[in-house]
């Protein structure tokens, strides 16, 4: 028996110390696969700029394409919590711009919650969202939006002051409201130390085995990215290989006439 993942669910699991599992989904299609396969979590991540659309780095996409794509996901009527990942510029300005964005996603991109980066810094918005009922996952450590910032996609937490920032950023988040905290690249003894110490769940991407729950993009998982994959991907399957094969058995069928076959016209 499936059943609607709510916020309420997530922060049970932590106590009850079951794991929460949360994986990106761009699209009607994968969203239901993911959904009926028993996942709890749906990102509609801004990923998607990389993964989806080419593109070199997370901050190019925009609200409106964010929007398109959380509205197909979300028409997969998944079990799975819907989450709206906020691009870059959506929540940096204004408090004010930044709740009318997270309303959007909620509004028009039906989903259920959103996720911004950003810890200490983002406070006083998590807290205008979850006053406005607009339940807030964060993310801190590795921040991919602040990448021109980081100098890089570089390990966060490595030092005496970049461990102590993170550990302020956590709580600063779950002061705030938020109902849940990704940690992305940060060493797993910190990430330990930090999901010990707050009582919203964690969920990590290569944060070790101790955070409450783990996240991937989708495309990592299936083996359908391109050039090179950080240390905290695991490639479950190469479907790249796959679909190519697939590909080129359909071209090699229709030069040698042997597909459509009687089976597939109308007479
Ligand atoms: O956009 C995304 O896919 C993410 C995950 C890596 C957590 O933010």
Not at 22 to 45: E, N, P, R
Not at 95 to 102: C, F, K, L, R, Y
Not at 204 to 228: P, R, S, W, Y
């Amino acid at each position: 028996m499936t059943r609607k993942i709510t916020i309420l669910d997530l922060k049970k699991m932590k106590d009850e110390g079951e794991k929460i599992t949360m994986i990106t989904a761009y699209d009607f299609c994968f969203a239901k696969i993911f959904s009926d396969a028993g996942i709890d979590i749906i990102l509609v991540g801004d990923s998607a700029a990389n993964v989806v659309c080419g593109m070199d780095s997370t901050l190019p996409i925009t609200m409106d394409e964010m929007i398109f794509l959380s509205r197909a996901v979300a028409r997969a009527k998944p079990d799975a919590l819907i989450v709206g990942d906020m691009p870059f510029m959506s929540y940096h300005t204004s408090v004010d711009e930044a709740v009318a964005n997270a309303g959007r996603f909620i509004k028009e991109g039906f989903a259920e919650t959103v996720k911004l980066e950003g810890g200490q810094n983002v406070k006083e918005k998590i807290m205008a969202m979850t006053d406005m009922d607009i339940p807030v996952m964060g993310h801190i450590g590795l921040t991919p939006q602040s990448v021109h910032k980081m100098g890089g996609y570089k390990v966060q937490g490595k030092d005496d002051v970049s461990r102590k920032k993170l550990l302020n950023d956590a709580k600063a988040v779950e002061e705030a409201g938020a109902f849940a905290v990704v940690l992305e690249a940060v060493p797993s003894d910190l990430a330990k130390e930090i999901t010990e110490s707050i009582d919203i769940p964690t969920i990590g991407i290569g944060a070790g085995i101790d955070c409450d729950g783990q996240v991937l993009v989708m495309h990592d998982i299936l083996g359908l990215t391109f050039g090179k994959r950080p240390k905290f991907v695991k490639e479950y399957v190469n479907l790249k290989e796959t679909i190519e094969n697939t590909v080129k058995e359909f071209i090699d069928e229709v030069h040698d006439e042997k597909f459509p076959t009687d089976k597939h016209i109308y007479s």
